[in-house]
């Protein structure tokens, strides 16, 4: 979180709010182009490493099996990204000279979708130790990285560090992999298991349904705000956007690395409405202090973390903080979604809200101009936790 924190300073100072929200565009085209490289298996890798916790012949073939798929899909999507870079630069970035950020991507994308899964099964395996070890690594690489090409290149040097860090972390991941006593390389690549293609298939599914539309509609959101109220608005809900993943990242990595391994393991709807209500016992309360604190500091935050320049994106504050609590307290039930493998719903939802997230923002700006796209979050995540809340009371109700 500091070090997240830290890169967003850099980059305020350095590329300003339009910059901001190039980057955005850039960040979002990343994750879903990387999600489809990797065939969007890492959550059901987490799921079945933590379900097969004692029976590692199995936990093999789901890695095998995953590593494969991951291995194939890089390759041809490193390709495809590298051929028609500067096609992706116009459509993305709406300039076609930003290609060669677009090759320094394809050219490590291999790498970038191997730190994600080692990053999953260490996750499925419950080793928090080297996870945690791995993350900070990618954190102070995301840094030192940014802080170096931004300060030498401005806004291509953020954006090229932005396509390259993570796939550099993959070598201190797989180093922290190594020195565990349950991994070698060759469980990565081999068997090909039908039956494991079968299950990973309903998360690739519902990943890649997630990957796609949430970074589309973050898209669609800022060209509409760039085109309404001009690009350095769209800069300041990107910073503001990146400010509550920021300090949200303590909620949403719990979430992440302890929640969704422990829905797996439950087997009752009892079992998981009980994990479900000390979620909220905790977590919830830890997000309402954190948005409340950040509220009181906001134009201190402000200065700090970002610059004088970006002050306006303090009118953003009030709704955006509703909506991320209104978030936590909704990704508390909608994790249990993926926990059991719920795809339909789960594919509904996604698709259904991001269109709605949209068309709020559409209208809502237009009465209230920028700070309509933080109503609309609100709104949204409160209209998703009504319906998580509806399903999940189903599906537990359902399972003795």
């Not at 789901?62 to 041809?76: E, K, M």
């Not at 490590?108 to 996750?123: E, G, K, Q, S």
């Not at 539309?213 to 973050?218: D, K, R, Y």
Request: charge should be positive; aromatic fraction near 14%.
């Amino acid at each position: 979180m500091l070090t997240l924190l830290g890169i967003n300073k850099i980059l305020a100072v350095y590329v300003g709010p339009s910059g901001y929200a190039t980057l955005g565009q850039f960040q979002n085209s990343v994750q879903m182009i990387s999600t489809i490289a990797s065939g969007a298996v890492h959550t059901g890798v987490t799921k079945y490493t933590a379900e097969y916790y004692e029976e590692e012949e199995k936990q093999r073939r789901v890695w095998q099996t995953a590593g494969t798929i991951a291995l194939i899909g890089s390759i041809v999507l490193s390709l495809l990204v590298f051929v028609f870079k500067a096609d992706l630069a116009r459509l993305f970035l709406s300039d076609v000279n930003l290609g060669l950020v677009f090759g320094w991507f394809a050219a490590t994308l291999i790498l970038f979708v191997f730190n994600t899964l080692l990053l999953a099964i260490l996750n499925g395996k419950k080793d928090i130790y080297n996870y945690v070890l791995a993350n900070i690594a990618g954190s102070v690489f995301a840094l030192l990285i940014t802080t170096f090409m931004v300060i030498s290149w401005g806004l291509l040097g953020a954006l090229i560090a932005l396509a390259i860090y993570q796939s550099l972390t993959f070598f201190v991941t797989i180093v922290l992999c190594f020195k565990t006593p349950w991994f070698r390389l060759g469980y990565l690549f081999g068997r090909f298991d039908i039956e494991v293609v079968k299950k990973l298939a309903k998360y690739t599914a519902m990943t890649l349904t997630s990957a796609a539309m949430a970074p589309l509609s973050q898209i669609l959101i800022r060209n509409h705000l760039g085109q309404t109220l001009g690009w350095q608005a769209a800069g300041y809900w990107e910073a503001m956007w990146r400010l509550s993943g920021a300090y949200l990242m303590l909620v949403t990595s719990t979430l992440s690395v302890y929640y969704l391994p422990r829905i797996s393991e439950l087997k009752s709807g009892a079992e998981i409405r009980k994990e479900i209500a000390t979620g909220y016992r905790i977590i919830l309360p830890v997000t309402v202090g954190c948005s409340l604190i950040v509220f009181l500091l906001r134009e201190p935050i402000v200065q700090i973390l970002f610059s004088q320049e970006f002050m306006p994106m303090t009118e953003l504050f009030f709704w955006q903080l509703i909506g991320d609590v209104l978030k936590v307290a909704s990704w508390l039930l909608a994790f249990v979604m993926l926990g059991k493998s719920m795809t339909m719903v789960f594919i509904s939802t996604e698709i259904i809200f991001s269109a709605i997230f949209f068309g709020l923002v559409i209208a809502f700006v237009h009465f209230f101009d920028l700070v309509g796209v933080a109503v609309a979050y609100a709104v949204n995540y409160a209209v998703y936790l009504f319906v998580m809340w509806y399903v999940i009371k189903k599906k537990t109700n359902e399972e003795h």
